[in-house]
């Protein structure tokens, strides 16, 4: 992994449609943009702040996402999410993130991921097909 200075930032956009939805998404019976796709949007931003440090073969993975979801937006408005790097301790990346619609702020809280070989990652995930089998 390339150096990641502190204060680095990436973002993500989205027009919320009915599959973004709470009533869509099985996380509530209100027809605005869902606490999951809130969650995502934040881990996309996060992702596009990191991608250009990471050397081949690497990626990072999500390990904790704790955020407040402060206001409701409806279907046709769009929501941005931005992450901002806060600190880098060895491989755990602590992110800021927060999202706003067209209105206001709708989110925000703290993300963090962590740096991983995404083969030998991968690998041990998939031994756990081989201890299921057993």
């Given amino acids: 992994m390339k150096p990641i200075p502190i204060g680095t930032v990436g973002s993500k956009t989205v027009w919320v449609t009915r599959a973004d939805l709470a009533s869509s ?29 990471l050397e081949e073969g690497e990626t990072t993975v999500g390990t904790r996402i704790c955020i407040d979801h402060m206001a409701p937006t ?6 941005t999410a931005e992450a901002e790097v806060m600190a880098v301790d060895g491989k755990k990346i602590t992110l800021k993130v927060k ?36």
């Fill in 99 to 134: 999202a706003f619609d067209d209105v206001e702020t709708v989110g925000e809280g703290i993300h963090e991921r962590f740096l991983v070989l995404t083969e030998k990652f991968t690998t041990k995930a998939y031994e756990k097909l081989d201890i299921h089998k057993e």
């Fill in 25 to 53: 998404t099985g996380s509530g019976g209100v027809d605005v943009f869902s606490t999951p796709c809130l969650v995502l949007l934040m881990e996309e931003a996060a992702v596009e702040a990191l991608e250009e440090f």
């Fill in 74 to 79: 409806p279907p046709g408005l769009k929501v």
